[in-house]
């Protein structure tokens, strides 16, 4: 069987890697240039890597013009490059619809754009209606379960006059791939056109006795942070487990922390945590050089 999956964000990616697992071979159509652009770079071409060894096929810079369906019940995707790419099934997995249809927002006084979002100020409040709060998916990015969570609790302190406080600048991302990728803080690329001095610091869970005993030769941990300060900047998982490792060196940036604290930490063995003392080794070895 094959599958066509058009569109390389989250969505697109997440199901394509479960039906590779399954053993379907997919087609990932995506118009941008690469994968999950809000990720960190290194990140992604290793989920990359794992997707073509899953036999994925990655159209990338391609765009669906249209489809059409066969006599025998398959699909036929029409690509702009005249290209055409046929399957037994197609997953349309291009953005996401607020479902706003039946709501009447216009009674409200409330607008939505042309995919069903509604725009909110900073305190989740609907313009020209500050008694209406809106959060999750239909205010639009990042559009994950966790955070909007944390808006809905923000906005019910908003309503009731509470000066409620939450850095989304620390919100943590989780992509569950196969394998899982969990990220948080800027990316090596963000730092770059900022001009911020970074070095990195990269721990394989092959490295370590926990991965090891799981069988998982594909996970890595990166640690970025300020060559000066020592502060952390990002921390970037990629691996069997990845959102829940992440959630430590979270507590550490969201504090404020130094990539230091991961070299004085002892961590319990064997467990993937250790990864974080590797990368911190790892990372301000580099300095060492200098």
Same mark, same amino acid.
């Given at each position: 069987?094959?599958?066509?999956?058009?569109?390389?964000?989250?969505?697109?990616?997440?199901?394509?890697?479960? @039906?590779?697992?399954?053993?379907?071979?997919?087609?990932?159509?995506?118009?941008?240039?690469?994968?999950?652009?809000?990720?960190?770079?290194?990140?992604?071409?290793?989920?990359?890597?794992?997707?073509?060894?899953?036999?994925?096929?990655?159209?990338?810079?391609?765009?669906?013009?249209?489809?059409?369906?066969?006599?025998?019940?398959?699909?036929?995707?029409?690509?702009?490059?005249?290209?055409?790419?046929?399957?037994?099934?197609?997953?349309?997995?291009?953005?996401?619809?607020?479902?706003?249809?039946?709501?009447?927002?216009?009674?409200?006084?409330?607008?939505?754009?042309?995919?069903?979002?509604?725009?909110?100020?900073?305190?989740?409040?609907?313009?020209?209606?500050?008694?209406? @709060?809106?959060?999750?998916?239909?205010?639009? @990015?990042?559009?994950?379960?966790?955070?909007?969570?944390?808006?809905?609790?923000?906005?019910?302190?908003?309503? @009731?006059?509470?000066?409620?406080?939450?850095?989304?600048?620390?919100?943590?991302?989780?992509?569950?791939?196969?394998?899982?990728?969990?990220?948080?803080?800027?990316?090596?690329?963000?730092?770059?056109?900022?001009?911020?001095?970074?070095?990195?610091?990269?721990?394989?869970?092959?490295?370590?006795?926990?991965?090891?005993?799981?069988?998982?030769?594909?996970?890595?941990?990166?640690?970025?942070?300020?060559?000066?300060?020592?502060?952390?900047?990002?921390?970037?998982?990629?691996?069997?487990?990845?959102?829940?490792?992440?959630?430590?060196?979270?507590?550490?940036?969201?504090?404020?922390?130094?990539?230091?604290?991961?070299?004085?930490?002892?961590?319990?063995?064997?467990?993937?945590?250790?990864?974080?003392?590797?990368?911190?080794?790892?990372?301000?070895?580099?300095?060492?050089?200098?």
């Amino acid at each position: 069987k094959t599958l066509i999956v058009v569109g390389g964000g989250v969505i697109g990616v997440e199901y394509t890697s479960m @039906f590779a697992t399954l053993g379907v071979r997919v087609i990932l159509v995506e118009k941008r240039p690469r994968l999950l652009e809000f990720a960190d770079a290194e990140i992604v071409e290793t989920l990359s890597y794992h997707l073509r060894d899953n036999r994925v096929t990655m159209r990338l810079n391609e765009e669906v013009v249209d489809v059409e369906e066969t006599a025998d019940g398959g699909v036929v995707a029409n690509l702009e490059s005249k290209k055409r790419i046929s399957g037994d099934a197609l997953l349309y997995a291009v953005g996401r619809q607020g479902s706003v249809e039946d709501l009447n927002l216009a009674a409200a006084g409330i607008e939505a754009d042309g995919r069903g979002r509604i725009a909110v100020d900073g305190e989740y409040r609907c313009p020209g209606q500050p008694h209406i @709060f809106a959060v999750g998916d239909v205010i639009g @990015f990042p559009s994950l379960a966790s955070v909007s969570m944390e808006q809905g609790r923000l906005a019910a302190g908003y309503a @009731f006059g509470l000066r409620e406080q939450s850095n989304p600048a620390t919100y943590p991302y989780g992509i569950y791939t196969i394998p899982e990728i969990s990220f948080i803080g800027k990316t090596e690329e963000q730092l770059t056109e900022e001009d911020v001095p970074y070095e990195v610091g990269v721990a394989y869970y092959r490295e370590i006795a926990r991965g090891q005993i799981r069988g998982d030769t594909t996970g890595r941990l990166k640690l970025v942070f300020h060559r000066e300060t020592k502060e952390l900047l990002g921390i970037h998982v990629i691996g069997e487990g990845a959102s829940e490792l992440l959630h430590i060196g979270q507590a550490v940036m969201i504090l404020k922390g130094t990539i230091e604290y991961f070299v004085h930490t002892v961590f319990n063995y064997p467990t993937l945590a250790e990864c974080y003392k590797a990368a911190a080794f790892n990372g301000l070895n580099k300095l060492s050089r200098f």
